[in-house]
């Protein structure tokens, strides 16, 4: 099995990722953010009106405030967004790049692979270790 994210694809038993089961898809809300923290790391999830799953960093770049859960979902064309809530940067959910920096130089957010299986949120960071339950 293998997931694709962005513009690569993880394969399940890939050892230099480690899954980890989040939530129920059930309790995320369409087009609203959600917080969670992985293994010392601050991850913002989104599930869009489609039922995609999506995660990035939960840090914002440009305040330094971990506040992307808060953003405001949208799309540009096909591209599932999420605009900061604080200076209301947009990055691309599926691959975390800046669409539109403000007027200042774009930084990209971390995205991590999402699979859903059997109703499970399951997220990939970096970093070898156990794969959570997704293989």
């Given at each position: 099995m293998s997931v694709e994210v962005g513009a690569g694809v993880v394969a399940a038993n890939d050892s230099t990722v480690t899954w980890?089961?989040?939530?129920?898809?059930?309790?995320?809300?369409?087009?609203?953010?959600?917080?969670?923290?992985?293994?010392?790391?601050?991850?913002?999830?989104?599930?869009?009106?489609?039922?995609?799953?999506?995660?990035?960093?939960?840090?914002?770049?440009y305040s330094a405030a971990n506040v992307m859960s808060r953003g405001i979902v949208g799309s540009r064309g096909v591209v599932p967004t999420v605009a900061s809530p604080m200076y209301k940067q947009v990055f691309d959910l599926r691959t975390g790049e800046c669409l539109d920096a403000v007027g200042k130089e774009p930084k990209p957010l971390a995205s991590y692979a999402v699979t859903v299986l059997d109703g499970v949120v399951r997220v990939a960071l970096p970093g070898s270790g156990p794969l959570g339950g997704a293989g």
């Open positions: 980890h089961e989040v939530c129920l898809l059930a309790d995320l809300s369409r087009e609203r953010g959600a917080a969670a923290f992985l293994d010392g790391v601050q991850v913002a999830l989104f599930r869009t009106h489609d039922d995609h799953v999506y995660a990035v960093q939960q840090l914002d770049p």
